[in-house]
T-cell receptor, first 115, second 109 residues
């Protein structure tokens, strides 16, 4: 297993376009998280899944954002009608809830630039 | 006031110096994470703590639950330690992490 993979690494899009990002977690990990990080700030929570169920969504996740994890494995994050304020690094992380282990593994992120 | 505060925000030191980065938080937590982020964005988990102290190579992390405070120490610092170090906490009963704003560390040769 090569860790948490995110695709693409970089995305430049025009304002108003839709974009979709993918995250492949570590295969044994049942929890998957999406975070957003703007320049100079720490990441902020967007949403998380346990298996295929989306258990929590941040108020940051407006109606233009949707996330899925259809089979409890990979996840997609879609942003519709992108705005310049959506420009950020989108980070995915996964973890396993077993025993006392809550260690997180992060992906390398998808950097979105909306022009 | 943010739930997680780090200090300093920026730190520049010479190679070989002992480095301390501090993290204070305001909520009851079940775990605290120290993370390292290099330019380009990828985040690496360094430590997860719920009490006491952990050591890995030249890195040491401590936590004082009563004082709601944690420190990350780097001994014999090296230019390759230059990165942003982020403290994040998981509140009791929650799954998500709440992050500090990060400390940008630069180690000069």
């Amino acid at each position: 297993d090569t860790g948490v993979s995110q695709d693409p690494r970089h995305k430049i899009t025009k304002r108003g376009q839709n974009v979709t990002f993918r995250c492949d977690p570590i295969s044994e990990h049942n929890r998957l998280y999406w975070y957003r990080q703007t320049l100079g700030q720490g990441p902020e929570f967007l949403t998380y899944f346990q298996n295929e169920a989306q258990l929590e969504k941040s108020r940051l996740l407006s109606d233009r954002f949707s996330a899925e994890r259809p089979k409890g494995s990979f996840s997609t994050l879609e942003i519709q009608r992108t705005e310049q304020g959506d420009s950020a690094m989108y980070l995915c992380a996964s973890s396993f809830t077993g025993g006392s282990s809550y260690g997180y593994t992060f992906g390398s992120g998808t950097r979105l630039t909306v022009v | 006031k943010n739930e997680v505060e780090q200090s300093p925000q920026n730190l520049t030191a010479q190679e070989g110096e002992f480095i301390t980065i501090n993290c204070s938080y305001s909520v009851g937590i079940s775990a605290l994470h120290w993370l390292q982020q290099h330019p380009g964005g990828g985040i690496v988990s360094l430590f997860m703590l719920s009490s006491g102290k952990k050591k890995h190579g030249r890195l040491i992390a401590t936590i004082n639950i009563q004082e709601k405070h944690s420190s990350l120490h780097i001994t014999a610092s090296h230019p390759r330690d230059s990165a942003v170090y982020i403290c994040a906490v998981r509140s009791q009963g929650a799954q998500k992490l709440v992050f500090g704003q990060g400390t940008r560390l630069t180690i000069n040769p």
